[in-house]
């Protein structure tokens, strides 16, 4: 399509836009007069601050940004740590570190942060327990848990109760991680709980039971809205592989 046309509709698009919307009638004007300029101006001005307002929107400006400049929330966090080594931003930084998989450095700030009044403090305890796993240090992880329920039996998170499965997994202890899957299955709100059960479950060749979980997380997310969909979209697509396997 020659460019000249290809302007004429981008710029009738616009004028029509206008005069749905009702904005002012100046820009159409300035979108005829000026094409290129009047054109980008009207959807920088305009357009762009609605669709950031979406869901869609800021999620669209998040990838950009992402994609433009992937560690500015990683260089926030460090930076507001190096201005002042307060508790928070030693857990914003280290959460940041661990979304990086950087989990030598973020266990180097969860273990200083484990101490005085925070010394058994839930949150820094599975924070370091998640950069324990992520080096592979299972005793480690599982004896975090352990104490951490010790000491803090009103403690809820079934992420926590996800990590304490999947550690007990990479242990060799199969019974054991198949009940705390089967437990996660019956309450965890997303599929990944699910998912990590009926692999289990198929690797221990109770391969009929593991197709009917695999088929409930299908189903549960064709009768879930889009948010849960994209939220855990992966752990989705992995299980519809195995049912066309």
């Not at 929330?73 to 570190?97: C, F, G, M, P, V």
């Not at 973020?106 to 484990?114: E, P, R």
């Not at 996800?162 to 599929?191: F, I, K």
């Amino acid at each position: 399509m020659p460019i000249v046309v290809l302007s004429l509709l981008i710029q009738v698009a616009l004028v029509i836009h206008i005069l749905k919307t009702g904005r002012p009638r100046t820009w159409i004007w300035l979108v005829m007069i000026l094409p290129v300029a009047g054109s980008i101006a009207y959807l920088v001005l305009e357009l762009l601050p609605d669709f950031a307002g979406t869901r869609s929107g800021r999620k669209t400006m998040r990838k950009v940004q992402d994609l433009v400049n992937p560690d500015r929330d990683l260089k926030s966090a460090a930076q507001d740590y190096q201005i002042a080594k307060t508790t928070e931003n030693a857990l914003r930084l280290a959460q940041e570190l661990l979304t990086k998989e950087q989990y030598s450095e973020a266990a180097i700030l969860y273990k200083d942060c484990l101490k005085g009044i925070h010394e058994f403090d839930p949150l820094f305890m599975y924070g370091l327990a998640q950069a324990e796993f992520g080096l592979g240090q299972y005793a480690n992880v599982k004896g975090l848990l352990d104490e951490l329920i010790a000491r803090n039996p009103d403690y809820k998170n079934p992420d926590a109760h996800l990590l304490y499965a999947r550690v007990l997994e990479a242990l060799g202890d199969n019974q054991g991680a198949l009940h705390e899957y089967e437990v996660l299955d019956s309450y965890y709100p997303g599929a990944e709980a699910s998912y990590h059960f009926a692999k289990l479950l198929q690797k221990q060749g109770h391969m009929e039971r593991a197709l009917k979980v695999f088929e409930a997380i299908l189903a549960k997310a064709k009768t879930s809205g889009s948010y849960y969909n994209e939220l855990h979209g992966k752990w989705v697509k992995l299980a519809a592989l195995e049912l066309r396997c």
